[in-house]
Structure formats: structure tokens, C-alpha cells
């Protein structure tokens, strides 16, 4: 096998071992990143030298004798929507043209501290706003099994480099989905975390009670390793967290007879396509195989998510973005008449169609006469949705469905349905709503695209998702399937 499609643990024991160099393996993702993404298009910015360095290093400590912690010398790519310090970050817009962040976020600082050899920052939805990677500032991303078919989104590009190679390990974000669904669409695994499991300081905010950053990965331990990576509490993010996180590789390898599994009635019905229920069904058999105790379960408010999602997150985002003006950094309109004309045309030529859209949403929402109406009757409803989980969750130890309703659909398929484009969120966004965690492992394939299974636990019950996870992974051999480049 190419050391591209290798999982990073079985890197770690590489290098360990001196049968490679990180240098060596560093090169490897940087070439594939060269010969690959003019056609995939999953790099905003490639840091080649940078990673170099940082690989060198890591082989100055190998020689020394240093025995180097798991993730040391594996390549990794970032979200574009993560600041790193002397890099550009763009949030996939226009708007951020120029912008260098004088500072890194802290899960860079937790990566980069574990030796971790960073090749490049990853193309995205603008501010992380779609689901199919094609509302870039900048080129759509394609989909590494089918380049006329999209990646999902919007951490399209860290779930595209990590499924054609050009990185061992990524990280993305998840508001909505954003994680889990195109890593769904591009046969990775792809974990949102507990909403303060992992620090969002230095993440570029969408919508603040909704984000998260979280892993993409080959398989679950790795998933496991850089979750062990990444999360912790941290006294920069108000909203982190406090305790102390387990190992997560302590999860690994456990059995899961007795398990109790529900399974959503309204994420296995209408709006699921019949090749992907059918992918879920063949995953759920498995699982019963090695003693999980399955049963159905109703989320009966589920069917309000989306509309609660893009009122809640599209107000937040109204917020957020305010502060993108052409003042302080950033693209500015040349001769501007006078301010309010600079603060005008430099936002509409700045942010995409999809972006002004959800602003304009969020400020409707927001304003005077309709708050009441919308916003604060969208939060009684996110708590409904929370309510129902915690009911399920007293019977369940963990609940399944697909990560999307489809396989990953046509380039400009549902760019002029708005709403069709929202439903691609359907099975993923009460997770962000309810702040559980929820992890996506490829389960199947359907005319010949990934599929996959959703996962989601109780609040920091990382752990059990991952037992689940590598159980059902242990069992098949969907994750050792590459796409054909």
C-alpha cells in the first residue's frame, strides 16, 4: 500500500521503527497534493515548506533517540476556517483577501505541539456556509470517487484530502453537519464532538452556538488520536469545557454485546434514499451480529430541525459577520464615496450569494417585531430537540442513521434550490442543535459512492461512539477501500 493511504498509527510504528522518515512521508502527501488538486481542488493554501521544516524536526528527534508521542511527523490538514499564525486564512471568502492571523488557534497549537506536520489549509463553503464545498470564494472542490459529483460540505476539502491521500489526518468544523456529512460523501470517518469538548478559540465563528471543530480521518483510532489530540479544556474559549478528557484509545477494540442502539424512525423514512436506508440496514445486521441490542426510537421534533437550525444560525451569523467591513483587515472596495458606501459595496462584493443570503435571513430574524416570531420560538424548539434526545438516551446507549439523506450528488445539482441544498443537513443538524456528539464511519457503498452511518452519544460520550465505531469497523472493510485516481 502507497504510505498515502496508510492510517497514522500504522505510521507511527513506521517511523518509530526508522523504516521511514517524516521527511519521507511528508514529500509523499506534498507530491500528491501537486498531481492531484488541479483536479480535486482541496487546498485553499499549500504549506510546503513549512511542513518540510516541521518534518525535519521531527526526524532530528527520531535520531536523537526520542521516542515521539502517536501523531508525530503525520501530515495534517486544516480547515481554512482555523486561524494559524503567519498563514493565511480565508474562511473560504473573498472578503478575507490579505488576512494573515497574528496568532493560531488552540487546537493548531495542540497539534503543532505534538509534532504534527501541517501540509496545508483546506477549501471550504464560504464562512462554512453550504453543504457541497461549491460555495467557495474561490473553485469547487470534487469529489475524489466521482470529480462530476461534489465532496459535501462544508468541510469539503480536509474530508477530500484525507480520502484521495494528500493527508494523513485532517480537521474540520461542524455547525450543521459540516464534518460528518462530507465525510459521509467521501468514505472517511469524520467526528463532531460535544459542543466544548474541544477548544473553538481561534475558530473563525459561523454561528457560536453551533461549531465545532473535530477530526477527519482514515479510520477510528486514528480518529481517536487526534481527538486525544485536540480536546481539553481551554481557559481562551468561555464556552470550553472544564475536567479532564479520557484516552480515547482506551475505547478501542472493546466488545459491544449488550449495546443498546436506537434508530430514529424519522432519519430511516421519506427523504432517505432507498440505496442508502438499504447501506444502513446491512450496517445495523452487523452490529446486531456482535450482540448490540437494536430497536426503533422516535425524535419526534426532529421534523422542526431545519427550520430551527436556519433561524438559530443564520441570527448568530447575522452577528459574526458584522464585524467583516473593510476597516480593520480584509478586501476593501477602492474609492469608496464616503463610509456607509465602503461598508455597502465592500460586503457585496466581498461575501458570496449564499452568504448574504443567511445575513439577511439571521437580520430578519433579528429585528424588531420578529424576534419573538422566529428567533426566540426557534430556541424553545432547539430545546424540544435537545429534550428528546435526553429522553432517548435514558433507554439507549447510542443512536444510528445515515450521515446524509443521499450519496454525494452532481456538481450544481441543487445551486439554484437553496432548500434542497439545506435538506442535505437533515439527518445531522439536531446533533449541533442538542450539542451531542456524533460521529460519521463509512458503512457501504451505493452505486458505487460511500455511504455513511451516523453515530451519535450522549454529551462526552466520545468514547462510546468510538467503541461502536471500531467494533462495526473491525467487522467490514469499507474503510480500507481507496477511490481510483
Request: with cysteine; proline share 6%; glycine share 10%.
Amino acid at each position: 500500500m502507497e504510505l498515502v493511504y496508510m492510517t497514522a498509527h500504522e505510521l507511527h510504528r513506521m517511523l518509530s521503527a526508522r523504516e521511514i522518515s517524516a521527511e519521507e512521508l511528508c514529500r509523499a502527501a506534498l507530491d500528491r497534493i501537486e498531481k492531484l488538486d488541479g483536479r480535486l481542488g482541496a487546498f485553499i493554501t499549500v504549506t510546503g515548506d513549512l511542513a518540510l521544516d516541521q518534518a525535519r524536526a521531527v526526524d532530528r528527534r527520531i535520531a536523537s533517540g526520542e521516542e515521539i508521542p502517536p501523531l508525530a511527523g503525520i501530515p495534517v490538514a486544516v480547515k481554512d476556517v482555523i486561524c494559524t499564525e503567519g498563514i493565511p486564512t480565508t474562511c473560504g471568502s473573498r472578503i478575507l483577501s490579505g488576512f494573515v492571523p497574528p496568532y493560531s488557534a488552540t487546537v493548531i497549537e495542540k497539534i503543532l505541539a505534538r509534532g504534527m506536520v501541517m501540509v496545508g489549509k483546506t477549501n471550504m463553503d464560504e464562512f462554512a456556509m453550504g453543504s457541497s464545498t461549491e460555495n467557495s470564494g474561490f473553485f469547487p472542490a470534487s469529489n475524489p470517487w466521482d470529480t462530476d459529483r461534489v465532496p459535501g460540505g462544508s468541510s469539503g476539502g480536509s474530508a477530500v484530502a484525507v480520502a484521495a491521500g494528500q493527508a494523513v489526518v485532517a480537521l474540520g468544523s461542524d455547525t450543521g453537519g459540516s464534518i460528518r456529512q462530507p465525510a459521509s460523501m467521501c468514505g472517511v470517518v469524520g467526528m463532531k464532538p460535544t459542543y466544548g469538548a474541544v477548544s473553538r478559540y481561534g475558530l473563525v465563528a459561523y454561528a457560536s452556538s453551533l461549531d465545532q471543530i473535530g477530526p477527519i480521518s482514515r479510520d477510528v483510532a486514528d480518529c481517536a488520536l487526534v481527538l486525544n489530540a485536540i480536546s481539553g479544556h481551554d481557559p481562551l474559549d468561555s464556552t470550553s469545557a472544564p475536567g479532564d478528557r479520557p484516552d480515547y484509545t482506551g475505547f478501542l477494540n472493546r466488545e459491544i454485546k449488550g449495546i443498546k442502539i436506537g434508530v430514529p424512525g424519522e432519519y430511516m423514512g421519506e427523504g432517505i434514499d432507498p440505496g442508502v436506508r438499504e447501506v444502513i440496514g446491512g450496517a445495523l445486521k452487523v452490529l446486531s451480529s456482535l450482540g448490540a441490542e437494536i430497536e426503533e426510537v422516535s425524535l419526534p421534533h426532529s421534523k422542526y430541525a431545519i427550520p430551527a437550525y436556519y433561524l438559530i444560525a443564520t441570527a448568530e451569523a447575522s452577528s459574526n459577520l458584522a464585524r467583516y467591513d473593510g476597516v480593520s483587515y480584509g478586501y476593501r472596495v477602492e474609492d469608496p464615496k464616503d463610509v456607509v458606501d465602503m461598508y455597502s459595496r465592500t460586503r457585496s462584493r466581498g461575501f458570496g450569494t449564499e452568504v448574504k443570503r443567511r445575513i439577511m435571513l439571521g437580520t430578519y430574524a433579528l429585528s424588531a417585531g420578529y424576534y419573538d416570531a422566529y428567533y426566540l420560538k426557534a430556541l424553545k424548539v432547539r430545546t424540544l430537540i435537545k429534550q428528546d434526545f435526553d429522553r432517548a438516551f435514558e433507554k439507549f446507549d447510542v443512536l444510528i442513521c445515515p450521515a446524509s439523506p443521499t450519496t454525494a450528488f452532481r456538481k450544481g445539482e441543487k445551486m439554484d434550490d437553496p432548500l434542497q441544498m439545506y435538506l442535505s443537513d437533515i439527518t445531522t443538524i439536531s446533533v449541533n442543535l442538542a450539542g451531542i456528539p456524533g460521529i460519521s464511519v463509512p458503512a457501504g457503498f451505493s452505486g458505487g459512492l460511500p455511504v455513511g452511518m451516523q453515530i451519535m452519544g450522549r454529551p462526552f460520550a466520545e468514547g462510546t461512539l468510538l467503541q461502536v465505531a471500531h467494533a462495526f469497523e473491525r467487522s467490514t472493510d469499507h474503510h480500507k477501500k481507496f477511490p481510483e485516481l
